[in-house]
């Protein structure tokens, strides 16, 4: 049974399409692109984007769904991430307020990966303008049906309308609005096709789902994502970032260096231990039965992922 609290939980932590599945049957039927009632999709449809500036011209945008970011200037909008499908009029909303004389011309919009809480929106961003850019992977993946194996749930192909129509393999440099954009492709961390976007003048960088900002992470075991590749990814965004980097979590508050630096360590000592207790032979409940991630669960455990859960991923990927 589904509890005011719970959802209240859920919304508050602003979840991505792996929570869906723990979560109300609106954000089910949005991971999956399933068609569902007007009621079901109210609620990311209701919850209003929050935005914060980051820079002259860059702001990180916040309701449901993984944390967005957009850039405002005279060559057009472009954004990082659309949310879930019934979300798009609250971001539109915010752009408005933020850039009214160019919520109507052509703007670009970046995908970090093919979750459905980052790409629900593609189709009605794409219909109000936006060219859609991501990885190959993000394309090939909302171009079939895809199984998130954690929950055991079938995701439909996405319309067409919805789908990337410039891909890239491993980097690309965007130039836009006086800033130079560095997109790469991570090895498979959280999907096989995350990517990093990192605005060089603005000292902006967005991670995607690379980092869950101060819990543990969900890692899609089932579309190439491994435990190995989160460390190494996060260590990637380490290298990239300086003090003053303003770092972007696909889902959690806006980060720093020291935070995604306190996050990889996190998950490299988990990584450890769990792969310890593997290599000694022990089976998988075996190895969570000894709470692996015990002294980490205070800081990192009150996110959607429970400690068990993201222990139970480490030990299947390692
Ligand atoms: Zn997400
Ligand atoms: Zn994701």
Redesign the pocket.
Known sequence: MRTHTSRRGFLQFGL???GAALAPRWALAQAANAPSSAAAQADPGMIPVKSTKLADNVYLLQGTG?NMVLQTGSDGLLLIDASFAPAVPRIREAIAALAPAAISAPGQLINT?W?G??TGGNEGMHAAGFSILAHRQTRDRLSHTQVMQLFHRTVDPSPAGALPTQVFDSTMTVYRNGDTLDLVHFAPA??DSDIYTHFKNANVLHL??IWFNGMYP?I?EGTGGNIDGMIAGSKLGLEIADSSTKIIP?HGPLGTKEELAAYHEMLSAVRERVAGLKKQGLSEPEALAKKPTAEFDARWGKGFMAPDVFAGIVYRTV
């Open positions: 991505s399409a792996a993984g990966h979750h809480d980052h959280h999907t995607g789902d969900f899609d696909g």
